[in-house]
């Protein structure tokens, strides 16, 4: 977990986890319990004025009026510092909630990411963190204020009048009206409209990363039929679950009116008895809604709550889910060579399906150059997955530099790593920022440096923001060449001591390709490189070729070797011509 953060999600229910942001939260508990206790006097000046009028006192009605308008300045200001208070504090509790949410995703196995919508941990990380900010900030600034400011009055009026507080308290039955609704009903009902959010936001969000396909195809309507049927079927839990939550709105306004109508005519009969005085009367009538305001608010709150704390359910499940990577290793190799061994290394995505990698044995030795080739499937980017332990070897051991995988700490194992994938991934920012990915730290001398060994620089200079051009999502605004060489500036900048490269040169031009080669023939020297090659030509250079076919290694050894001899490379080889 970030060790950096403050908030405590370990609450098992939504209350609790509010519960224990209390100490964030006690200057504005402060400020909003001073600007409750100053109003709490109104309906006691209600009746002094009103009981002023028989003896015509105007002096004593514009004295009480000025200190009402003092009370009131007092109120508002209390507000003010309250409402300050409030907003800062709840977005240092809430920027922590995101940040232990996206934190803990960056952990997640590959099993788990695997057959998991993106869509669906972006609908926890914003929709979820946000629906229990609403409930908060709705419990925190309405419900304990209102309950606080209608007992403080309940306790005011009852010292005026006992029978007042006879009248208010007929409105604590109305509590039980909450109950009448079934909660169970309503919580399984946030349950589905949760789920369908989540399945709706993850078909989206696929298909809006991949508008290129949808285009491509001119399926633009299939995926709207498609996206359609998710929205639909949120819709569906959304009209349910909105008639729900409305009935319990009609009870209430039915109950509190019907207080409202009871109290009047109660409070005339009094007064006629002479057991209540006229200003008694005035100030009950105008202090009951606030009264009874929280009753409603309460009820009201009640379905905010379930619906936050459905949220705050989606997040511990992720918060508390023990499908993370299971490597605890602590070892640091502190002068990395880079000899990768794997040892009878078996591994099978799942249990009972055929294994993606069989006893894999080998050696890589530092500085060589191992080039992957065999048909699609065959396990080659399984192997490169399992060398920087997205999973982990059913049986078998991988070791680098002779220390097994999992007394390596992972994540600095991989920071002696560079990857240069295919279709390469570049963030939304300058392409500057997308360079100092790879190593955040490097000065504009070793950007330059690496940029142009990476054959980039004068495309880069030649741009008119230069190294501050913005690129899109995916660096959509750079060509294929472009985007590869960026990538492998990126690789080159943190030094690697073992270089993955999934071969990406048969998707570029002629001089791109060239180019691109170059660059990466620069990368590689020196380190231990494991390229998956789609396509044979670019390997003759390569130590060592390894065949695979289905998981297993069907011949390994130089581009002279394996091209004199018969068998599955040869095969290849024929394949491609
Ligand atoms: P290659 O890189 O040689 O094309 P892969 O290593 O991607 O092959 O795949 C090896 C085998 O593992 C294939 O049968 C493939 O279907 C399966 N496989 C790959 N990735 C996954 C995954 N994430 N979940 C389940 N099976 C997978």
């Known amino acids: 977990m970030n060790s950096d953060s403050t908030i405590d999600v370990s609450a098992p229910s939504l209350m609790g986890f509010m519960w224990r942001q209390e100490k964030h939260l006690r200057g504005y508990n402060i400020w909003r319990i001073l600007s409750v206790v100053v109003i709490t006097p109104f309906p006691v000046l209600t009746q002094m004025v009103v009981d002023a009028i028989p003896a015509k ?105 006992p029978w007042l507080g006879v009248i208010v ?12 609704l079934n909660f169970k009903e309503i919580e399984r009902s946030n349950h589905l409209v949760r789920v369908a959010r989540e399945r709706m936001t993850g078909q989206a969000n696929e298909y809006i990363s991949a508008i290129k396909l949808v285009r491509g195809y001119g399926q633009e309507e299939e995926a709207l039929r498609q996206v359609g049927d998710t929205s639909g079927s949120y819709s569906d839990e959304r009209v349910y679950q909105t008639k729900l939550n409305q ?73 508390d889910s023990d499908s993370t990577e299971k490597w605890t290793g602590t070892r640091v190799i502190h002068e990395p060579q880079g000899v990768v061994e794997f040892d009878h290394v078996t591994f099978q995505y799942e249990a009972g399906k055929a294994a993606a990698l069989k006893e894999l044995d080998t050696v890589i030795r530092a500085g060589e150059h191992v080039a992957l080739v065999g048909p699609s499937g065959s396990g080659k980017s399984t192997l490169v997955g399992l060398l920087l332990g997205f999973y982990g070897p059913n049986s078998g051991q991988i070791r680098i530099d002779g220390v097994p995988q999992h007394e390596l700490s992972m994540q600095q194992f991989r920071q002696t790593c560079s990857i240069v994938m295919q279709d390469n991934i570049l963030l939304s920012g300058s392409i500057l920022d ?144």
């Not at 510092?81 to 907003?87: K, Q, R, T």
């Not at 996206?102 to 629906?131: C, E, H, P, V, W």
């Not at 308290?169 to 009448?180: D, E, G, H, T, V």
């Not at 009820?299 to 704390?309: D, E, I, K, P, T």
């Open 57 to 161: 006192d105007t002096t004593l009605i514009f004295s009480l009026t000025g200190f009402w308008l003092l009370l009131l300045v007092l109120h508002l200001g209390t507000m003010y510092f309250a409402v300050e208070s409030l907003a800062t504090k709840m977005q240092v509790i809430f920027r922590e909630l995101r940040a232990e949410v996206f934190y803990k995703i960056n952990f997640m196995s590959f099993r788990f990411l695997d057959s998991t919508q993106a869509g669906k941990l972006l609908s926890k990380y914003s929709f979820d963190t946000n629906n229990i900010e609403t409930t908060a900030i709705m419990g925190l600034t309405g419900v304990l204020p209102e309950i606080l400011r209608s007992s403080l009055l309940i306790l005011v009026l009852m010292w005026m009048n």
């Open 169 to 180: 308290l007929l409105a604590i039955p109305l509590f039980a009206c909450a109950r009448l």
């Open 247 to 319: 009935s319990l709105g009609y009870i209430l306004f039915g109950a509190i009116t019907l207080i409202m109508i009871s109290a009047t005519t109660l409070s005339a009969w009094l007064v006629i008895q002479d057991k209540m005085e006229l200003g008694e009367m005035v100030a009950l009538i105008g202090a009951l809604p606030i009264c009874l305001f929280p009753v409603s608010m309460i009820a009201q709150f009640s379905l905010q709550y379930l619906q936050g704390a459905e949220s705050y359910i989606s997040i511990k499940e992720l918060l």
């Open 434 to 577: 997308n360079i100092r990915f790879g190593k955040v730290t490097a000065t504009m001398d070793e950007v330059r440096e690496a940029v142009r060994h990476a054959y980039a620089l004068d495309f880069i200079e030649a741009l008119p923001d230069g190294f501050e051009t913005v690129v899109g999502e995916r660096g959509a605004s750079l060509s294929g060449g472009q985007r590869q060489r960026i990538a492998i500036a990126r690789a080159l900048l943190r030094d690697p001591k073992i270089l993955i490269l999934d071969e990406a040169t048969s998707a570029l031009d002629y001089e791109s390709e060239k180019a691109v080669q170059q660059a990466i023939n620069y990368l590689a020297q020196g380190r231990t490189t494991i390229t998956i090659a789609h396509r044979l030509s670019t390997v003759r250079k390569a130590d060592r070729i390894m065949v695979l076919k289905q998981g297993s290694v069907e011949a390994s050894g130089t581009w002279e070797e394996l091209s004199s001899q018969d068998g599955s490379f040869k095969e290849l080889l024929e394949a491609q011509d």
